[in-house]
């Protein structure tokens, strides 16, 4: 046999109901042999509780007795044939007018006691039960109902009452034994005492009964059905990534529910515990799917823990003193006191030097808790052998759980990478010497950021999400969005990485969106509804967001972002950026950035910083990681001013080559950035400063292309006018090249730590003679490479292979 428990929600409505009948029937139809256990219809045992307090006042309650009847009655109108109707509705009617003499006897004595109480709210289950046994009965004849508190026998502890294991064990075997054949439909929750008054078994009561039941007719399973899908892997309501677990053992379920899992209430399972019957939790409203297995064994897993869970709001309290060295029994005295006084001691830790213990409790006991202490441990606090203890606020408790723990190495080590990385302060740790568990104490403010981030890390097979603040949607920003709405599904079937653009900015508007903009349409949302943008509150709602896995993308050409950079990295978030500003400005603050970003964990990738998406700093950075030494950089280095040369020809004009440079989104927004060398020195300069040198721009010699006119001007149309005017002095640039058999080239050279740029006339025998488009070339001579070096050549501007660049960082970015 087995026991079905059907939770309030499940009998809460007309369609509820049709739902769980058709899951009795199935198993009936089965041969299962099936026990029903049903709450009250949800809201019912509220209700009554509601109305029972409001008599005690004297305030009237037929409001409440109209309600309870028409919920009752509009199960009956719809779910039973008319000829039926009748009898139940007179069996109801009688149940709600014992209901109302009750509540006048409690409204005319003004007293509401707890015996008076349980009897009131029994009327919940009562009438659930009867209600639905007599729907089922025009399906199934066999059906009955059975008012629980005749056989589930307790002390008279009402409220909460205990069980009298022998007495009820006789009781139900003897119900059975008559009632073996039958569909029986037992309340939930009710009991009674030896005066046969009625009791209420407390939290979690009616899978209390559905334990009950099971274990002494030996049930070969105990269904819970409820609203879930069985028992996540974390809150879904914080984790949108939490999922159902299949199999979980009593131990572990213990632990997260404890923690804050509310499917079942821990100590309801002890009875199927003692006899190994396994507990599935269902989902009523997806019969298809199998739910949660609760059992003896924790069973085989994916991962190596089951779930995390937590509880929002703790307090700690710290005692500290030399009083507690080496006495045994100061924390056998603090914690007799404390459960004496009926405080709930949440978590523990204790220093090895045994100089501290911390430990968590709810919050509204942590002042009676502290004076307590201070009655008990007088003495020692006046000796000062202990200081005054302190409370701190605001904590939240997260915990991982799960048996295979123990058997796994560098599970802690994952959990506080995962917190580490992203910037959530550990204020204490505890981990149970059964290793089910490891819990941590950490900031209220951070417990989403934390329990997505654990998450994602202890079920890496998941995909990871990556949240990303974008800053510029121009020709960069623009084709990185179309990429990344192209790959979206890739990303997710091959990398298991979704990447979520959660803010934007331009420079007018920007936008939020936790839930991820829409890539397709992000302009329109962004002009529709979008605020007005400004930078300083872009970075302070990104750190407000506190979302876990969190990149800032700089794909703008300002100034600005870069002062923001170092705060942003601090809030241990990631950057990623094509903009060269922040690595080639004053070499101090490129020191600082690097050293903030590595000592918060985060990544600093910007690889199109230099030859766009080509792989040159990530090269460099793994010569340099790997020990090798730069002996010599060469290079050519501006996509623009290559693609310029390289179409120099013929009738070409200077002016129109540059045209068709910026129209093909090879060019800065500024052209003037490319032409008059400062881009290319950037990027020499980055490059130096990542091959370790300590260097500064007004250490580069740079190489002129342009003649005064153009350098001097103060606008981008001026320039393209000086440009005009100055074909003469490009054309002879040009003529002389071809009257040489050369082509002309502005190469970049990086030797024994100084940098130099200029335009030079090179033939067939240099290697960077040949070249095409917007290539750049660069080559390294290092200590490995030293006979022949290491080069890297290929377009080296265009939007499609610069958003292509950031794009990988950004993958980058998630593979850690
Ligand atoms: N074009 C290329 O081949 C390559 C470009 N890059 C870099 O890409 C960056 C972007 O270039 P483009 O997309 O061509 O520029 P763009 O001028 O087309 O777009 C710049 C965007 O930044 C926004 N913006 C500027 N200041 C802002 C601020 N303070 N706050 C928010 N948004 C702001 C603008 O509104 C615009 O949306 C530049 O730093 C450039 O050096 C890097 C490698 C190659
Ligand atoms: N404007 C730049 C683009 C890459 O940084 C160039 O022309 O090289
Ligand atoms: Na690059």
Known sequence: MKILKFGGTSVGSVESIQAVLKIVKASFDAGENPLVVLSAMSGVTNLLTKMAEEAAEGKPFDEGLKQLEERHFEVVKKLIAVKYQNPVLTRLKLLFNELEELLLGVSALKELSNQSRDLIVSYGERCSNFLVSKVMEQEVAESEYINASYYVKTDSNFG????????????????YQTHADKLLFVTGFIGSNEQGRVTTLGRGGSDYTAAIFGSVLNASAIEIWTDVNGMLTADPRIVKKAFSLPVLSYTEAMELSYFGAKVIYPPTMVPAFLKKIPIVIRNTFEPHLAGTVIQFESGKSTYPIKGISSIADVSVINLTGSGMVGKSGFSGRLFTLLAREQINVILITQSSSEHSITFAVNPSDAEKAVSLIQNEFELELLANKLSTPVIEENLSILAIVGENMKRTPGMSGKLFHALGRNGINVRAIAQGSSEFNISVIINKDDLAKALNAVHDAFFAELKRT?????????????????QLHEQHDFLLDHNDVEIKVVGVSNSRRMLFNVDGVNLENWQQELDENGEVADLGTFVSKMQAMNLPNCVFIDNTASKLPATYYEEIFKSNISIVTCNKIANSGDYQQYRLLHDTARKHGVDFFYETNVGAGLP??????????????ILKIEAILSGTISYIFNNFHGDASFYDVVKKAQELGYTEPDPRDDLGGIDFMRKMLILARDAGNVIESSDVELGN??????????SVDEFYTELLKSEDYFNALKLKAANEGKVIRYIGNLTNGKVSIDLQMVDSSHPFYALSGSDNIISFTTERYKERPLVVKGPGAGAEVTSGGVFADLVNVAAK
């Open 466 to 482: 990556l949240h990303v603040f974008n800053l510029g949607t121009g020709n960069i920003g623009a084709t990185l969005f179309r």
């Open 160 to 175: 909460n009452a205990h069980l009298n294991e022998p007495l009820t064990n006789q009781l139900i075997q003897a119900l």
């Open 705 to 714: 292309i342009l003649p005064e006119n153009c350098l001097k001007a103060n």
């Open 616 to 629: 040159i700093v990530r090269v460099l950075k793994d010569l340099m990681l790997s020990g090798d030494r």
